[in-house]
């Protein structure tokens, strides 16, 4: 792995925040695995950014932000199947086989999301407390968990993506004293 690293802050005022960005290359090699090539890692990252941002609109308020982008994972995909005959002691059979490329020289699409929340402070004299509303994934993008290949409603091959999460809202209730 190796790469370069950027980081920004601002710790003062009312807006506060920050912003990270990553260029970096994790590759693989082995003696046994892509012909002895090097590959990129499954959790190669070339880009990765992160920006935070929080504003006091009074002692009482905050609004925060965040938004994360990064680089699909690689991953290895067949470049074609083709029906081939094996032979048995007894006959044949035809079995579906497939020929990969190099291992992952794919990628998945790049992950990024959005989530916002507001905080509602208030101090007692003998305690604190804070509700936070907010919302992970705010537009609702499907990012890409895993990639798997399947049929189309017309029975061709296609490679389709599954995501975990869309938007989903939260809340919570801290209390100090």
């Known amino acids: 792995s190796y790469g370069a690293e950027v ?3 601002k710790k003062r005022g009312k807006t506060t925040g920050w912003i990270g960005y990553t260029l970096s290359w994790t590759n ?3 003696d046994d695995i892509n012909g002895g090539k ?4 499954k959790y190669d990252r070339r880009h990765d950014v992160e920006l935070v941002v929080t504003h006091k609109l009074s002692e009482k308020i905050k609004l925060s932000g965040t938004w994360v982008y ?3 994972n690689s991953i290895t995909l067949p470049l074609f199947r083709y029906d081939a005959p094996v032979i048995y002691n007894n006959g044949f059979d035809i079995r579906e086989l497939e ?3 190099d ?3 794919f990628r998945m699409k790049p992950y990024h999301r959005m989530d916002l929340s507001i905080s509602f402070h208030k101090k007692k004299k003998r305690y604190e407390r804070t509700w936070i ?12 968990y895993y990639v798997f290949d399947g049929r189309d409603k017309n029975n061709k091959r296609v490679f389709r993506q599954v995501s975990l ?3 989903i809202p939260s809340v919570s209730y801290n209390f100090k004293f």
């Open 7 to 9: 980081f920004l802050q």
């Open 28 to 30: 693989r090699q082995f």
């Open 38 to 41: 090097k590959y990129p890692f």
């Open 70 to 72: 990064g680089t699909g």
């Open 99 to 101: 020929s990969i490329g």
């Open 103 to 105: 291992k992952n020289a």
């Open 133 to 144: 509303f907010g919302a992970y994934n705010v537009y609702s993008r499907p990012n890409p």
């Open 165 to 167: 999460f869309p938007i």
